[in-house]
């Protein structure tokens, strides 16, 4: 199946929001396993050149996954991800901060509530994620470290990612 989908993404500041959708060429079983298990977000969850790295990953509501985003020379970047609600292979939803290795939150930075649904039709799977911010500042944060670029990309990569599968 061809897999030349682009991703829409849309940011509101005045409701402090990033919206993001995705076509996959991959059923939502396929797509649903790539965000939720550690062997398989490693593989994707970061724009080349960098790789990502999983320490701890427990997906269930109340659960976590800390994780590092690993420079070619080395340099991590760690955030926490906290599961707050799970519906499987339909929406799961998280809060997210970067922290250091141990998981301690860095109250210097922005942290996010992410909501990500899975829809399935006709063999394609289609992913929207809303991030929200508290602050304004916090969106416009994100966006000067080069979110857009670096998700989008990384939306790239897990499209490479499926079609391996």
Same mark, same amino acid.
């Given at each position: 199946?061809?897999?030349?989908?682009?991703?829409? /993404?849309?940011?509101?500041? =005045?409701? #402090?929001?990033? $919206?993001?959708?995705? +076509?996959?060429?991959?059923?939502? @079983?396929?797509?649903?396993?790539?965000?939720?298990?550690?062997?398989? /977000?490693?593989?994707?969850? =970061?724009? #080349?050149?960098? $790789?990502?790295?999983? +320490?701890?990953?427990?997906?269930? @509501?109340?659960?976590?996954?800390?994780?590092?985003?690993?420079?070619?020379?080395?340099?991590?970047?760690?955030?926490?991800?906290?599961?707050?609600?799970?519906?499987?292979?339909?929406?799961?939803?998280?809060?997210?901060?970067?922290?250091?290795?141990?998981?301690?939150?860095?109250?210097?930075?922005?942290?996010?509530?992410?909501?990500?649904?899975?829809?399935?039709?006709?063999?394609?799977?289609?992913?929207?994620?809303?991030?929200?911010?508290?602050?304004?500042?916090?969106?416009?944060?994100?966006?000067?470290?080069?979110?857009?670029?670096?998700?989008?990309?990384?939306?790239?990569?897990?499209?490479?990612?499926?079609?391996?599968?």
């Amino acid at each position: 199946m061809k897999n030349d989908f682009e991703t829409t /993404l849309n940011i509101d500041k =005045a409701e #402090k929001t990033v $919206k993001i959708t995705r +076509k996959f060429a991959a059923a939502r @079983e396929q797509v649903w396993d790539a965000w939720t298990e550690p062997e398989l /977000l490693d593989r994707w969850w =970061a724009p #080349k050149p960098w $790789k990502s790295h999983t +320490k701890e990953m427990d997906f269930k @509501e109340g659960g976590h996954r800390l994780y590092a985003m690993v420079s070619p020379e080395g340099e991590k970047h760690w955030s926490l991800i906290n599961f707050t609600s799970i519906t499987p292979r339909v929406n799961f939803k998280y809060h997210d901060g970067f922290c250091d290795s141990d998981g301690v939150i860095n109250q210097d930075l922005p942290q996010s509530d992410w909501n990500v649904n899975f829809n399935e039709s006709d063999g394609s799977t289609t992913v929207h994620v809303e991030i929200r911010h508290e602050k304004r500042s916090d969106l416009e944060k994100i966006m000067e470290m080069g979110f857009k670029e670096g998700f989008t990309a990384t939306l790239r990569e897990l499209a490479d990612v499926l079609a391996k599968l």
